[in-house]
């Protein structure tokens, strides 16, 4: 699978491919987001490898707490999303269910960038300086993961690492407190320290749109979807917002990023199967459209979109969708896509 950062490059790509086409190919675009609004920038943020971000001084008191980020750093609107990989000119637009969540008000966002927004409906994402986002993601995740969330010595490790004991104490103490002002705005949110161990427990007016589609995946792995549409639906809606946190790179996070997008790519590919079975044309191009923006270069998701196109009657579109992947998978790939069209459509 190709890693997170060809990933983002390729996307880079495509943007600029695409501003400059003369007609637009966007697959399965959602028909409530406008025309121009449909692309934004990503660039990869690196670790810090300086000092700049001030820590809390002696007294534990934050120099830069509710310090505004720059303009260039602040979130964009929540709705201003790439769409998914250009592949099918002309498709038929598929509805992506949006009914199931609310992320306009109360709530923290991981997919594709983090955002916040307080119980008001405010954007307050600049409100989290750099250390306090990488807190706050790191609390989610480990907690997503385990049940007790992360011990005390592993995620004072993570952040003060070589930093004498009074120290580390102190500028954990003080970020936890600083965090938890902040996480009033969005609604009840709350950091727990219990047996040496620090979690985060979402309550029922705050939606985490990781938060959701990890215990979507935990349940699908345990008991599978029971054949019920609505896990569809509520699956496609959340990894249809994208991969996990696409413009941040830290070690420990994209071991996370990668096991959500192997879990991620695990599910669709099972759905893909089963609708191209039955030559479900809908949902196969709506489930390929979610699998490039995981995996660019998927064989599968692109043998499944120009089977079944092909199938009902779209042979044209099927070679477009195809001519397409050829162009991005050289892109990526250095090297030519080696399967001919006529063998995807037969299979």
Not at 32 to 52: H, Q, T, V, W
Not at 107 to 123: M, N, Q
Not at 274 to 284: F, G, L, R
Not at 314 to 336: H, Q, T, W
Request: proline content about 4%.
């Amino acid at each position: 699978m190709t890693t997170f950062s060809g990933v983002i490059a390729w996307k880079v790509t495509m943007i600029e491919k695409n501003r400059k086409a003369e007609v637009p190919t966007e697959i399965s675009v959602n028909e409530n987001l406008s025309k121009e609004g449909n692309y934004r920038e990503y660039k990869l943020i690196p670790e810090e490898k300086s000092n700049a971000e001030e820590e809390p001084d002696d007294k534990g008191e934050s120099a830069n707490n509710d310090v505004p980020l720059p303009a260039k750093e602040q979130s964009k609107p929540l709705n201003s999303r790439v769409p998914a990989a250009s592949y099918v000119p002309d498709a038929i637009k598929i509805n992506i269910p949006t009914h199931h969540y609310v992320f306009s008000h109360s709530s923290i966002c991981l997919l594709d960038r983090f955002c916040v927004y307080s119980s008001e409906g405010e954007d307050i994402t600049a409100r989290f300086q750099p250390r306090l986002r990488k807190i706050l993601i790191a609390l989610i995740m480990f907690s997503a993961e385990h049940k007790k969330g992360i011990s005390i010595k592993d995620f004072t490790e993570l952040f003060w690492k070589n930093m004498d004991k009074a120290r580390e104490s102190n500028n954990r103490n003080v970020n936890i407190s600083n965090l938890r002002k902040l996480l009033k705005l969005v609604g009840d949110v709350q950091i727990i320290n219990k047996d040496g161990f620090l979690s985060i427990n979402f309550g029922s007016d705050v939606n985490c749109d990781y938060h959701h589609g990890t215990k979507l995946l935990h349940s699908y792995e345990a008991c599978g979807d029971n054949g019920e549409g609505e896990f569809m639906e509520r699956i496609t809606e959340l990894l249809y917002r994208g991969p996990l946190l696409t413009e941040m790179s830290i070690d420990w996070l994209d071991s996370f990023k990668d096991n959500f997008s192997r879990r991620s790519l695990d599910l669709l590919h099972r759905m893909l199967q089963s609708s191209k079975d039955h030559a479900e044309e809908h949902v196969v191009v709506r489930l390929t459209d979610i699998i490039f923006m995981h995996d660019p270069t998927s064989e599968k998701a692109l043998a499944a979109c120009c089977y079944v196109l092909n199938k009902n009657g779209k042979m044209n579109i099927a070679m477009n969708a195809y001519k397409r992947f050829c162009e991005v998978y050289l892109d990526i790939m250095g090297e030519p896509y080696g399967v001919p069209f006529a063998e995807l459509i037969d299979n």
